[in-house]
């Protein structure tokens, strides 16, 4: 680029551009990250729901079951004290002791029932506790999720005010941009935003780590525009490094 032998430019702007741009690169990110907090909070609150709701059916599931036993224990028990009627008019030996040996089953089948109830209304307990758990759970979130919409809100809007303070000294910089690099100063910083600038780091390029020619260094020296002739970035030298 022969233009730019001729292009003096002070390392101190560049510098100072790059600082801005760094800037405004993480003002972007930090902004972008606002919707993505929210969204994740509320995915939390999704998670919430969806538990509280499969507790509640584990629940109802558990007491429908519970219900069906006490009904079969119930007709059983009915059916025991037909059998024990039944009994008084039996019409012989044989069909008193079949008639016994059935009340005797009966009875054995419902004493394990009793004990499965007993087990179920148990579990209930449980899963009921587990249901209450899940609404406070729910509860906790989206007072949670409420609290942090407020904060992500509040901190979206401080950021986007401090990249519009950013922008408008950007854009007073890069009033001090000599005229003749403009062009290529606005191409660059629009396609590659902070990567458009990089200071030399010992004899090579901050932004890509390409070895520059002594040339390249002297003329650097010199406060002449030069850029990297790998990645294209306008370099500088950093402040504690300038030799004037
Ligand atoms: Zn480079």
Known sequence: MPADNRIEIHPSLLQKLHRIHRQITDLHGQIARCPRQIQAGSNLVQEGEEQKTAAQASHKAAVLACDAKQLQLQSREDKIRDLEAKLKTAAS??????????????????????????????????LSQNVQDAVQKVERLQSEQTERVGEVEKRQAELETELE???????????????????????????R????????????????????????????????????????????????????
């Open 93 to 126: 030996n044989r069909e008193f002791s079949l008639l016994k040996e059935q009340i005797a089953a009966d009875q054995q089948a419902n004493e394990v029932l009793s004990d499965e109830i007993l087990e179920g209304l148990e579990y209930i307990d449980e």
């Open 165 to 191: 303070r950013v922008n408008q000294e950007l854009a007073e910089t890069e009033k001090n941009v000599p005229s003749t690099a403009m062009d290529d100063y606005r191409r660059i910083t629009e396609a």
């Open 193 to 244: 935003g902070e990567d458009a600038l990089a200071p030399v780091d010992g004899e090579s390029c901050g932004g890509c780590y390409q070895i520059l020619t002594t040339q390249l260094i002297d003329r650097l020296r010199m406060s002449l525009l030069i850029r990297c002739p790998n990645c294209n970035a306008f370099l500088y030298s950093p402040e504690d490094r300038q030799v004037r």
